[in-house]
């Protein structure tokens, strides 16, 4: 019995006749056609088109910055946001998806995100919505520029990069 039924189920396979593949293979009989097995099974099934995505920021109640910011003046960010700035020292109109917290400290978030027009990955460091942690990410952007630029510009050091920077 596979969910209370009658006590029979019957079981399809979208595998062609012939092939040879999925014959005998409950395994495989039981997986090929799924969501119409639960269906079969409990006609009021129904798959979610909406799937939650996972809140990243803790505490993840809206507080400040019109409802953008916590309680902690950090970005609220889920599995999926995209962070799109109106302008960036690049220039290239970029967007970053967000697909996980590296890590967090005193002066904000590190995302991994991935750049959608070139789908390379990346990380994301997102500051604080705070004066003085704002002036110190300035001090940052221009201490990784520095060594990036006169003191590794070849990479062979294995700094970390910085490819770009925005205000969002």
Not at 84 to 108: I, M, N, W
Request: proline share 6%; hydrophobic share 35%.
């Amino acid at each position: 019995d596979l969910g209370g039924g009658s006590g029979a189920a019957e079981i399809y396979s979208v595998v062609p006749a012939g092939s040879g593949r999925g014959v005998n293979r409950p395994l495989c009989l039981l997986t090929t056609e799924l969501l119409q097995t639960y269906q079969r099974l409990n006609p009021d099934f129904r798959i979610l088109n909406v799937v939650p995505r996972r809140m990243l920021t803790q505490p993840a109640e809206p507080e400040l910055n019109n409802g953008a910011d916590n309680s902690e003046a950090n970005l609220i960010c889920r599995v999926h946001d995209v962070l799109t700035p109106e302008k960036s020292k690049s220039g290239l109109p970029r967007s970053y998806a967000v697909l996980d917290l590296l890590g967090q400290g005193t002066f904000g978030q590190v995302f991994r995100c991935q750049i959608e027009e070139t789908k390379e990955m990346v990380a994301v460091k997102v500051i604080k919505n705070k004066p003085a942690y704002t002036n110190q990410a300035w001090v940052e952007v221009r201490i990784a520029s520095l060594l990036n630029r006169k003191h590794d510009p070849q990479n062979q050091g294995h700094l970390v990069r910085l490819h770009d920077f925005f205000e969002y």
